[in-house]
């Protein structure tokens, strides 16, 4: 076979054929992307985009607003690896005005309060232009009831919930492919008992199972994946128990037994490798499962803690404005819930379509 008719080839060529696997791999791309340059990318690069200005809290988006910039002390900056995945802080604070003048190296302002009340300031620069210090922003998807930036922490968001999708299916994985391999591959007494094991964690309700092990280890950012991966793996256990049980019997495998290959080389070098198609697929679709149950438990205070951006978080802190006049708060990080796990779904069933050696 020649290489134009390689494995790559043909897998690139069939799934470049799928219009709903190709958007979905185009938009987890750019998912991944604005993950790894999220604080280039966000308006607000301050840690966590947590920057929290009370006065122009709830506004609704494309909110513009002057600010006057008070030059604050800050710790040592950051380097730029540093600063790109933790943020930095900005070396002065951000104070809502509606008017200012400028007389010599003062600034006379009116300082937001609230719709229609506004409070005269005067501030005296030294050694800084003030024509520097005035500057006006565009809330693209508005602000939050802190009064900090929703498309920055929609932004940053998504670094968690492609953290805990990819975490949790590295957990799933490894749990699952080994119990299935074992209870596959040695039957008797082994299979039946991962068997009841698999059933017993199968018959708890996910979100239920998954409280029990968060309470367990606390809450906070890691233990929020371990639990998600540790509820996960039962589907891996059970598909890859069954693509081994048809396979185990198989001329191949009788002949690495007859030539006294141990079981682990069996397993892992020539049932596995053969197996993984289906894998692929499952672990797509785990890594969709694990974004909603991450953004299940935020929502329900027991995942991600504030003041980090979790889009289940942004939907807790932001849903009472629902039936108010400022909607977008909440439905902005469902939106993008949708579309991550639409995305990883799609991409799940054009992998099953391509790796699907009987069509």
Same mark, same amino acid.
Not at 42 to 70: C, H, M, S, W
Not at 90 to 106: A, G, H, Q, W, Y
Not at 125 to 133: C, M, R, V, Y
């Given at each position: ?210 409280? @029990?092990?968060?309470?367990? *280890? !606390?809450? #906070? ?7 998600? =991966? $540790?509820?996960?793996?039962? +589907? ?58 991450? @953004?299940?438990?935020?929502? *329900? !205070?027991? #995942? ?7 889009? =289940? $978080?942004?939907?807790?802190? +932001? ?41």
């Amino acid at each position: 076979m020649t290489a134009e008719y390689s494995f790559t080839k043909v897998f690139w060529k069939k799934l470049r054929r799928n219009k709903g696997a190709v958007f979905g791999l185009g938009v987890i791309v750019l998912a991944l992307l604005t993950a790894v340059f999220a604080y280039i990318i966000a308006p607000d690069a301050t840690p966590d985009a947590n920057r929290i200005i009370v006065e122009i809290a709830a506004k609704k988006p494309g909110y513009k607003q002057q600010f006057l910039k008070l030059p604050v002390i800050t710790k040592q900056k950051p380097g730029f690896i540093k600063g790109l995945f933790l943020g930095k802080e900005e070396p002065f604070e951000l104070l809502p005005i509606t008017s200012c003048k400028i007389v010599n190296d003062t600034v006379f302002a009116e300082k937001y309060i609230d719709d229609g009340v506004t409070e005269p300031i005067s501030i005296h620069i030294n050694g800084t232009k003030p024509q520097d210090l005035i500057t006006t922003k565009t809330f693209w998807l508005g602000t939050d009831k802190f009064g900090r930036d929703i498309l920055s922490r929609l932004i940053v968001g998504v670094r968690v919930s492609l953290s805990v999708g990819l975490i949790a299916v590295a957990i799933s994985l490894t749990v699952g492919i080994f119990f299935g391999a074992v209870a596959g591959y040695f039957r008797g007494w082994i299979d039946e008992a991962i068997l009841w094991l698999i059933n017993v964690v199968w018959s708890i309700p996910t979100l239920l199972l998954v409280f @029990a092990i968060t309470l367990a *280890l !606390g809450k #906070g950012f890691w233990q929020v994946f371990i639990a998600v =991966g $540790l509820t996960l793996w039962v +589907n891996v256990a059970r598909l890859v128990r069954g693509q081994i049980l048809s396979i185990r019997e198989l001329n191949y495998i009788e002949a690495t037994r007859a030539m006294g290959f141990s079981h682990a080389r069996t397993i892992f070098k020539h049932i596995l490798p053969n197996i993984m198609g289906p894998v692929i697929v499952i672990a797509a679709s785990n890594f969709a499962s694990a974004i909603v149950i991450e @953004a299940g438990l935020s929502f *329900l !205070g027991v #995942g991600v803690q504030a003041p980090q951006p979790s889009w =289940g $978080l942004m939907i807790k802190e +932001n849903y009472n404005f629902i039936i108010t006049n400022n909607p977008m708060l909440a439905i902005a990080p469902g939106i993008a819930i949708m579309l991550l796990v639409l995305a990883f779904n799609l991409l799940g069933n054009g992998l099953r379509d391509v790796l699907d050696v009987r069509s």
